[in-house]
C-alpha cells in the first residue's frame, strides 16, 4: 500500500512481528517511512475516525470468539464516514481431511466448532486458530455494508494445507 502511495501504519500486538516487519521494510529499502506500532486491535490508540481504510489480514483468526466483536467495535470507531474494511480470513473447510480431523477432535478442546490448535514439531500448543462461514462471518461483520465478499482458496502458512479463503471488502455506511 505504501508503494501505491498510501499514508499507512502497521500495527500488530505482538512485538516480534513489528520487529519481522521492520526488517522487511529496511530490506526493501524504505526504512523508516512506515510507521509501526505494538497495539491491541481491541483497543487502538487511535481517535475516532482517523483511518479512511483499515487492512486485517488473517487477524479474526487467532483471536477468542469472546474478543472477535470487540475489534470489529474498534476497526468501525477508527474508520471515517464511508471508510472502507478490507478482510482476508480462513473459511471452514471440511472437505480437506486435515482440517475436518482436526475440527472435530479439537472441538471438545476450544468448545467452538472450526476452532483448532495449531502445534509445532513438538506437539507443543503454539496457538488457536479458527476458520468461519460464510454466514458467521456475516454476523461477526453486519455493522458494515458489504460491497464484496469472495470465495477462494489458499494454503495456510504454518502447516501448508490447503484451505477455504475469504476476501471481503466492506464501507462504514454514514448514520
Not at 95 to 123: C, H, L, M, Q, W
Not at 133 to 140: D, K, P, Q
Request: aromatic content about 12%; some cysteine.
Amino acid at each position: 500500500m505504501h508503494e501505491n502511495g498510501y499514508s499507512v501504519i502497521g500495527v500488530d500486538v505482538d512485538a516480534e512481528q513489528i520487529r519481522l516487519a521492520l526488517e522487511e521494510e529496511k530490506a526493501l529499502g524504505i526504512n523508516g517511512e512506515v510507521p509501526f506500532l505494538v497495539n491491541d486491535a481491541r483497543n487502538l490508540c487511535f481517535l475516532d475516525s482517523s483511518f479512511d481504510a483499515v487492512a486485517m489480514l488473517g487477524l479474526l483468526t487467532l483471536v477468542p470468539k469472546s474478543e472477535r466483536p470487540k475489534i470489529i467495535d474498534e476497526v468501525y470507531r477508527v474508520l471515517k464516514p464511508l471508510g472502507y474494511v478490507f478482510i482476508e480470513e480462513f473459511g471452514r473447510t471440511w472437505t480437506n481431511p486435515v482440517y475436518a480431523r482436526r475440527y472435530r477432535e479439537d472441538r471438545k478442546i476450544t468448545g467452538e466448532t472450526g476452532t483448532f490448535t495449531v502445534k509445532d514439531e513438538s506437539g507443543r500448543v503454539l496457538h488457536s486458530a479458527h476458520h468461519f462461514s460464510r454466514g458467521e462471518l456475516c454476523r461477526l461483520l453486519r455493522v458494515f455494508r458489504v460491497l464484496s465478499f469472495e470465495e477462494s482458496v489458499f494454503t495456510s502458512y504454518y502447516h501448508r494445507n490447503w484451505v477455504k479463503g475469504y476476501s471481503i471488502l466492506l464501507q462504514k455506511e454514514v448514520k
